[in-house]
């Protein structure tokens, strides 16, 4: 769980570290819950830090142990590798793949509930709709995203959200929001270390250039 507050920060090094450690923990105990869902957490820690390669290494591994688990996580699980796979994809570009893989975990995620992965899809899906040329479909799926995150009280996930809206077009009001999380961000960031790694982040480097004379 705290791997998660890591990841948020985008100090990448540090949450696969703590990845790593539950991994082997759940392991050395032969209790599979913590060990597929560090596992799933690694995939998003590969993909963001553009280490795609190591991403599709642990892929087939993980996918493999999903399939063969029960349990009353599965199904979170299952939406969340969908994600996962939906952002391999669009570190390569694959943008079919992107849409598949980002649609299958919006529905998972609409029928369990899950607003954040629902947000998650919707925003990895838009990405592939521009690239295909349907911008309009990918702003009517991030106005979704926005509101999906709105809803959860969490505004490192609003953040991401925004920030893909701000790749794709920019507007002053979605810049200005975007610029108040970061600032908001920053006061609650316990050490130096870990608001170094955010500051540094492109997404928010991305909300600097674009609302520079925002007042924080």
């Not at 998660?4 to 100090?11: E, I, R």
């Not at 540090?14 to 819950?33: G, M, T, V, W």
């Amino acid at each position: 769980m705290s791997a998660g507050f890591h990841l948020d920060l985008f100090a990448y090094d540090r949450a696969e570290a703590i990845q790593q450690e539950a991994r082997e923990l759940a392991r050395s105990a032969d209790f599979a819950p913590p060990v597929i869902s560090a596992s799933v957490d690694l995939l998003f820690t590969y993909v963001r830090r553009h280490d795609v390669g190591r991403a599709e290494q642990l892929r087939d591994e993980v996918r493999s142990t999903i399939a063969t688990a029960g349990g009353w996580h599965g199904w979170l699980w299952r939406l969340r590798f969908s994600e996962a796979v939906a952002e391999m994809a669009a570190a390569r570009h694959s943008w079919d793949e992107v849409t598949a893989a980002s649609t299958a975990c919006i529905e998972q995620s609409r029928t369990h509930g899950r607003a954040k992965y629902e947000a998650l899809g919707l925003a990895t899906r838009a990405l592939a709709f521009h690239a295909q040329g349907k911008t309009y479909e990918a702003l009517n799926d991030l106005e979704h995203a926005a509101r999906c995150a709105a809803t959860t009280g969490d505004p490192a996930l609003e953040l991401r959200v925004l920030a893909t809206r701000l790749s794709i077009e920019p507007t002053e009001a979605a810049a200005h929001r975007a610029a108040r999380l970061v600032a908001g961000i920053e006061r609650e960031i316990p050490d130096a270390n870990l608001a170094a790694a955010f500051s540094n982040a492109d997404m928010v480097q991305l909300v600097r250039r674009l609302a520079p004379s925002v007042s924080l």
